[in-house]
């Protein structure tokens, strides 16, 4: 595989690319783009045989709005068409957890979501809990979370596999 540097022009978006980005998402990757340029160098466009790119679509858009004219790419030129489309969905799958007493302590929030990191807000409950006379609820009580749109149908569909509805399935987890 060999890497170097093409005219944007010469690249061509994958009209399957199975991955969006939201505008204000985007927005961050624009401005990521224009104050760090050397991250497109260590973490090039990759693109086939017919300059279709199989990794790197939102960068290559974020590019041509941050106005740029040229880019580093990889040719991955020598992969099976059944290896591109596996590279496509692995390129965009993260494994990895944040470990967020790391990040808490080693970085500021404020940075962090400058640079497209979304933070969890994380609340002493043990506080609120202590206010708390669970004898004055005669009824349902009722459990709020909040997720991002992918991750409330990633918990939806994983709930479903576990039980016919959500509650149930809770209970099933809980054991109860």
Known sequence: M??????LSEIKSNPNNPRIIKDDKFGKLVKSIQEFPKML???????NADMIVLGGNM???????AGLKE??????????????????????????????DIIANEWEPEV?????LDIPIFENYSEKNDELDLSDFNSDMVINLKYTEE??????????KISSTPESA????LNL
Do not use: H, M, S
């Not at 160098?41 to 693109?47: L, S």
């Not at 962090?112 to 497209?116: I, R």
């Not at 809770?170 to 987890?173: D, E, S, T």
């Open 71 to 100: 880019v580093p790419i990889i040719f991955a030129d020598d992969l099976t068409e059944y290896e591109q489309k596996q590279f496509i969905i692995k390129d965009n799958i993260g494994f990895g957890e944040w470990d967020w």
């Open 170 to 173: 809770v209970y099933k987890l």
């Open 151 to 160: 991750d409330f149908y990633r918990v939806k569909e994983a709930l479903e």
């Open 2 to 7: 060999e890497i170097k540097t093409v005219k």
């Open 59 to 65: 960068r290559l858009k974020a590019c041509k709005e």
């Open 41 to 47: 160098e260590i973490r090039p466009i990759v693109v």
């Open 112 to 116: 962090l979501e400058d640079w497209g």
